[in-house]
């Protein structure tokens, strides 16, 4: 664009222009030709300070004060060329600018068009530490010029003074007012604020919730995870050629730069979502690594949906990311497992008893775990190791019960019916027989996908609580038996004690009754588990060698048996039976 003005009143108001006048020669006395090709803000700019010049009154706003700034300062329209020049009168107006929150942002955006002259006059440092003071205050506390407050009306329509109404209060202000603000920022300029921010105390949850919305506005790809169709139709349509995906790319890795280290400020199901986006878009193999600690870190906190992410490598083996899974795991053993190692746990009858804080993510991380292996064992192509591992993982104190690894197990055995039976043993060891629960053991006794050393021990631990169970009961008649003849045993005569006891037997109460009912039930309980022994006895061949090694009629050992050595050894709890005082006794044979 050209412009056809007198010397004289560029000359006065502008140092850098007299000396390009200066510096021409005189030859042509119809004028001269000036090209200012590099001037910030370009025409536009320019034809505001040529007003200027010519005393013609111009508008300044928060749009048009930058490139004029930027303008006046490289026409170097200083006091020195005249009073109130240029650069005083638009650095007055800046102030004004930075003292309101929008015209600072509308200001912050339009430092982009005047590329680095906007830095040497310190306007987007300003700008930033404006925005930053804001963003950091109390609202509520300075009543801040917040976006969507400057025109607040009354209800006939009228503005109020200072948004202040008699009949109604302003609506209050969370402390993410100004995220949906920042989020148009280009991320350069995001950046600034959210270090200035961080370095001015704003609190860490804060900062992750900004970079959450930020990252939502400007990363497509992380709002359309709604299903695993979803996954995979995005995953192949994606290429790195193209320029927006290459930037979501980058946009995604210095995000992932921003995010807090503090645990728990970030959400998990966040973590995890820019993880499965980082995978789609093929990011670095650093940020993909730093999501992954973060995410083990607090892997307590995550959903059993959020950890199924589909495999989208190249050699895609299974159906999930398997190794992902397994790589966070680990991060999460290294933090809470050394700790609990130091002070072993305590368990005593299938039982966990620990005094120690970390104990409870251990247990949810374990029942997560858990439940991924039940969901990814269907898939036919998950190897037996990797299965393996990630169960193995997870150290048996953390597992209050065995049930989930048990269903898992069973997943796995009825969708790879080809393995082996030394490789379903082997995986069978990955739980405890003594840690199922009464539904599992009754489900485990009659479950033909299990080796038969698995149900041998499923059964002998049954039996077990039942042998435990009826001397508790045993305890408890006892005990009732002391409390109804409490002078049984302060000084009187043996014959007066016997002849006490014996009365008491005749004349048994109600809670006598109970005993013997409870007894009787688990006399039951105890003949039905004996039958179902002697069935598996007659239906698996390989049972026809145990007889000849087992000597019956021995009496049983007071020590119990080690589960390893069930092959070897197998126990029946014979029914109680009255003798012939009346009293319950209990036969053992091994």
Same mark, same amino acid.
């Given at each position: 664009?050209?412009?056809?003005?007198?010397?004289?009143?560029?000359?006065?108001?502008?140092?850098? +222009?007299?000396?390009?006048?200066?510096?021409?020669?005189?030859?042509?006395?119809?004028?001269?030709?000036?090209?200012?090709?590099?001037?910030?803000?370009?025409?536009?700019?320019? =034809? +505001?300070?040529?007003?200027?010049?010519?005393?013609?009154?111009?508008?300044?706003?928060?749009?048009?004060?930058?490139?004029?700034?930027?303008?006046?300062?490289?026409?170097?329209?200083?006091?020195?060329?005249?009073?109130?020049?240029?650069?005083?009168?638009?650095?007055?107006?800046?102030?004004?600018?930075?003292?309101?929150?929008?015209?600072?942002?509308?200001?912050?955006?339009?430092?982009?068009?005047?590329?680095?002259?906007?830095?040497?006059?310190?306007?987007?440092?300003?700008?930033?530490?404006?925005?930053?003071?804001?963003?950091?205050?109390?609202?509520? $506390?300075?009543?801040?010029?917040?976006?969507?407050? =400057?025109?607040?009306?009354?209800?006939?329509?009228?503005?109020?003074?200072?948004?202040?109404?008699?009949?109604?209060?302003?609506? #209050?202000?969370?402390?993410?007012?100004?995220?949906?603000?920042?989020?148009?920022?280009?991320?350069?300029?995001?950046? +600034?604020?959210?270090?200035?921010?961080?370095?001015?105390?704003?609190?860490?949850?804060?900062?992750?919730?900004? $970079?959450?919305?930020?990252?939502?506005?400007?990363?497509?790809?992380?709002?359309?995870?709604?299903?695993?169709?979803?996954?995979?139709?995005?995953?192949?349509?994606?290429?790195?050629?193209?320029?927006?995906?290459?930037?979501?790319?980058?946009?995604?890795?210095?995000?992932?730069?921003? $995010?807090p280290s503090a645990k728990g400020v970030t959400t998990t199901n966040f973590l995890l979502r820019l993880l499965r986006t980082a995978m789609i878009l093929h990011a670095s193999?650093?940020?993909? =690594?730093?999501? =992954?600690?973060?995410?083990?870190?607090? $892997?307590?906190?995550? +959903?059993?949906?959020?950890?199924?992410?589909?495999?989208?490598?190249?050699?895609?083996?299974?159906?999930?990311?398997?190794?992902?899974?397994?790589?966070?795991?680990?991060?999460?053993?290294?933090?809470?497992?050394?700790?609990?190692?130091?002070?072993?746990?305590?368990?005593?009858?299938?039982?966990?008893?620990?005094?120690?804080?970390?104990?409870? #993510?251990?247990?949810m991380v374990a029942n997560l775990v858990d439940g991924y292996l039940a969901e990814v064992a269907p898939d036919v192509n998950l190897k037996l190791p990797k299965f393996q591992a990630l169960a193995a993982a997870i150290p048996d104190y953390a597992r209050p019960l065995d049930d989930g690894i048990y269903h898992a197990i069973d997943v796995y055995l009825k969708a790879h019916p080809w393995l082996s039976d030394s490789e379903r043993e082997q995986l069978c060891r990955l739980m405890n027989c003594q840690k199922l629960s009464l539904e599992a053991s009754t489900h485990a006794a009659q479950n033909e996908r299990l080796p038969l050393r698995v149900i041998v021990q499923v059964l002998f631990f049954e039996q077990l609580r039942l042998r435990t169970s009826i001397s508790g009961w045993f305890f408890v008649s006892e005990n009732l038996e002391n409390s109804q003849h409490p002078n049984g045993n302060l000084g009187l005569p043996k014959n007066d004690c016997t002849k006490a006891m014996e009365e008491g037997r005749a004349d048994e109460g109600g809670g006598g009754k109970d005993v013997k009912e409870r007894v009787s039930e688990l006399e039951r309980e105890c003949l039905g588990m004996k039958m179902e022994l002697e069935k598996l006895v007659k239906t698996k061949k390989s049972w026809s060698l145990i007889p000849k090694k087992l000597g019956f009629g021995r009496k049983s050992q007071p020590c119990i048996p080690k589960p390893d050595d069930i092959m070897e050894q197998t126990t029946s709890v014979s029914a109680p039976q009255n003798n012939e005082n009346g009293d319950l006794g209990q036969r053992v044979v091994a």
């Amino acid at each position: 664009m050209s412009f056809h003005l007198h010397k004289f009143p560029l000359l006065s108001k502008s140092g850098f +222009l007299e000396k390009l006048i200066e510096q021409l020669p005189n030859e042509d006395e119809s004028g001269c030709v000036l090209k200012l090709h590099d001037i910030p803000g370009g025409a536009k700019a320019f =034809e +505001l300070v040529a007003k200027f010049c010519y005393d013609v009154k111009i508008e300044l706003t928060s749009l048009n004060i930058v490139s004029l700034r930027c303008a006046a300062e490289y026409l170097q329209m200083t006091e020195e060329h005249g009073e109130g020049n240029l650069i005083s009168q638009t650095e007055v107006f800046l102030n004004e600018v930075f003292g309101n929150w929008t015209d600072t942002i509308k200001a912050l955006e339009t430092c982009e068009e005047v590329g680095s002259y906007a830095e040497e006059v310190h306007i987007v440092s300003r700008c930033i530490d404006s925005l930053a003071i804001k963003a950091c205050a109390d609202p509520q $506390l300075f009543n801040w010029p917040v976006k969507g407050q =400057e025109n607040v009306r009354s209800p006939n329509g009228t503005v109020l003074w200072n948004g202040i109404s008699s009949t109604t209060k302003p609506q #209050p202000t969370g402390e993410d007012w100004w995220y949906e603000d920042v989020s148009f920022l280009r991320f350069p300029l995001y950046k +600034l604020l959210i270090l200035s921010v961080e370095a001015k105390g704003l609190k860490s949850e804060n900062i992750a919730a900004s $970079l959450i919305h930020y990252a939502k506005k400007n990363i497509p790809l992380i709002n359309n995870q709604s299903s695993f169709n979803d996954m995979n139709h995005v995953a192949s349509g994606i290429t790195a050629s193209t320029n927006s995906e290459v930037d979501q790319r980058l946009l995604l890795e210095e995000l992932v730069g921003l $995010l807090p280290s503090a645990k728990g400020v970030t959400t998990t199901n966040f973590l995890l979502r820019l993880l499965r986006t980082a995978m789609i878009l093929h990011a670095s193999p650093s940020c993909r =690594e730093s999501l =992954e600690k973060k995410i083990g870190s607090q $892997l307590d906190q995550a +959903l059993l949906v959020d950890l199924l992410i589909p495999n989208m490598g190249y050699t895609v083996e299974t159906l999930y990311d398997i190794d992902c899974i397994q790589r966070i795991l680990d991060h999460f053993m290294s933090i809470y497992h050394a700790p609990i190692a130091s002070s072993p746990c305590i368990i005593e009858e299938g039982q966990m008893v620990s005094g120690t804080d970390t104990l409870t #993510p251990m247990t949810m991380v374990a029942n997560l775990v858990d439940g991924y292996l039940a969901e990814v064992a269907p898939d036919v192509n998950l190897k037996l190791p990797k299965f393996q591992a990630l169960a193995a993982a997870i150290p048996d104190y953390a597992r209050p019960l065995d049930d989930g690894i048990y269903h898992a197990i069973d997943v796995y055995l009825k969708a790879h019916p080809w393995l082996s039976d030394s490789e379903r043993e082997q995986l069978c060891r990955l739980m405890n027989c003594q840690k199922l629960s009464l539904e599992a053991s009754t489900h485990a006794a009659q479950n033909e996908r299990l080796p038969l050393r698995v149900i041998v021990q499923v059964l002998f631990f049954e039996q077990l609580r039942l042998r435990t169970s009826i001397s508790g009961w045993f305890f408890v008649s006892e005990n009732l038996e002391n409390s109804q003849h409490p002078n049984g045993n302060l000084g009187l005569p043996k014959n007066d004690c016997t002849k006490a006891m014996e009365e008491g037997r005749a004349d048994e109460g109600g809670g006598g009754k109970d005993v013997k009912e409870r007894v009787s039930e688990l006399e039951r309980e105890c003949l039905g588990m004996k039958m179902e022994l002697e069935k598996l006895v007659k239906t698996k061949k390989s049972w026809s060698l145990i007889p000849k090694k087992l000597g019956f009629g021995r009496k049983s050992q007071p020590c119990i048996p080690k589960p390893d050595d069930i092959m070897e050894q197998t126990t029946s709890v014979s029914a109680p039976q009255n003798n012939e005082n009346g009293d319950l006794g209990q036969r053992v044979v091994a």
